[in-house]
C-alpha cells in the first residue's frame, strides 16, 4: 500500500511502486515534454529511478507492467556488493528475470574509481556551496561514461519506431498544462530503466544528454531533473539523518565554520575508519556530542542537501559544459560514445512523435471520446 508521502508524487510522471523510490517517466513530464523541432518525447521507453534491488516478485510484475523491457544498472561492482550483496543472482535478478526482463550492468566507473581518494574527491565536489562542484562532479562522471551510455544508446537506437496512437496529443509545456494520459505500454514492453544508486547524478547526466540530443530546452530538462527531489523525499531526511551525524560531514561543516576547509587527506582518511556512520563513529575525533552546536548542525544539513538534491542550476551548468568541451550533447555522443549518425538518426526517430502527425489523428477521430481537454481518450 502507498504511504501518504507517496499519493503526493504526481502520477504521471512517477510511478508508485513498494520498494523503489523516483521512479518516472521522463517524458510524462507535467504537459509533457515538447521539442525545439515540433516534436514530443516519446512516453513508455525512458524510465529512471534509484536502485532497484529492494524490489519483490510484485514490483518487478508492476514494473513490467508501465513498460519496462530491460534495466541498466550503472552502479559499480563495490556499490552492486556493499546494497545487494555478493550474491545478487538469486535474489531480486532471478526475481526480475522471472518476469521477462534483462539485466545490463553497464557500471560508469571502475571499481578503483571508489577508492577512499576518489570518493573524498566527489564528496567534496557534491557539498561545495555552488554548482561549480557538480559541473566538475558530471565532467568526471562524463569522461568515464562513454562505454556505459553506448550501450544505453544503441539499445534505444534498435527500438522500433513509435506509433501515435500510443502517445497523447497534449500541447503545452507549461507546468500548468494538462497531465498527459499514460500511453498504453508496448506490448511485448521496449522500454528502458536506467538507474544508479539514487537516480540522480549519473543517471541524471545521461537524461539530460538524451534529452538535449532530442531538442528539449535546457529549462525542461532542468525541471525534469528537479523531479529527482521529489522522487527521493521518502528517503530523504533519512539520509540528512544519517549523514549529519557522521564525522566526515561534522568535520566538514567544523572547518567551514573555523575559516578553512578540509583537506582531501583529511576527508581521505576518515572515510577509510570503519564504523556505523560515514568516517567511523558519531564523534568528531573526541568532540563531544554537546560541543557540536547547532549552527554546525545547521550547516552540516546544508551540506548534505546540496549533495542530495538536483537543483535546476546544476544541471543547466552541466550542459552548459558539455557545449563548451564537446560542441554539443551530440558532439559528446559522437565522440565519447562512439555514436555514427546512422545510430543518432535512429534514436531520434524511435523517441520522437511528431505533433503535427497526432494533431492530424485527433481531427479524424470524431468518433472517438475526448477528455475535457478535447484529448483523445487514448
Known sequence: MATPEAALLPSPPFFTVPNIDNLRDAALYPGGLLTSTGHRVRSGVLFRSAEVSRLDNAGWAQVKAIGVKTVFDLRSKSEVEKEDGMDVKDGWIHMMEQEGIERVWCPVFPDEDYSPE???????????????????????????????????????????????????????NSPSAPIPPLAAPSN????????????????????????????????????????????????????????????????????????????????????????????????????????????????GRAAVLRMIGAKKESMITALEMVEKEWGSAEGYIRAVCGLRDAEIEQLKTGLLVPIEAKVSQARTMGSEETDGFGQAAL
Do not use: W
Request: with cysteine; aromatic share 8%.
Open 118 to 172: 576518489r570518493l573524498a574527491e566527489r564528496f567534496m565536489q557534491y557539498m561545495g556551496e555552488t554548482a561549480e562542484g557538480f559541473k566538475n562532479a558530471y565532467y568526471d562522471i562524463l569522461t568515464h561514461a562513454g562505454p556505459a551510455f553506448r550501450t544505453i544508446l544503441l539499445y534505444l537506437a534498435s527500438l522500433p519506431p513509435p506509433s501515435p496512437s500510443r502517445n497523447s496529443l497534449f500541447l503545452s
Open 188 to 299: 511485448p514492453p521496449i522500454g528502458a530503466l536506467i538507474h544508479c544508486t539514487a537516480g540522480k547524478d549519473r543517471t541524471g547526466i545521461f537524461f539530460g544528454l538524451i534529452l538535449e540530443l532530442l531538442g528539449v530546452p535546457r529549462e525542461m530538462i532542468a525541471a525534469e531533473y528537479n523531479l529527482t527531489e521529489q522522487g527521493l523525499l521518502l528517503v530523504r531526511e533519512k539520509l540528512v539523518v544519517r549523514l549529519t551525524n557522521s564525522p566526515i560531514f561534522r568535520r566538514f561543516t567544523l572547518s567551514r565554520i573555523n575559516g578553512a576547509d578540509m583537506s582531501a587527506s583529511e576527508f581521505t582518511a576518515l572515510l577509510k575508519k570503519e564504523g556505523p556512520y560515514l568516517g567511523g563513529d558519531k564523534k568528531v575525533d573526541g568532540a563531544n556530542e554537546e560541543e557540536i552546536s547547532p549552527e554546525v548542525m545547521e550547516k
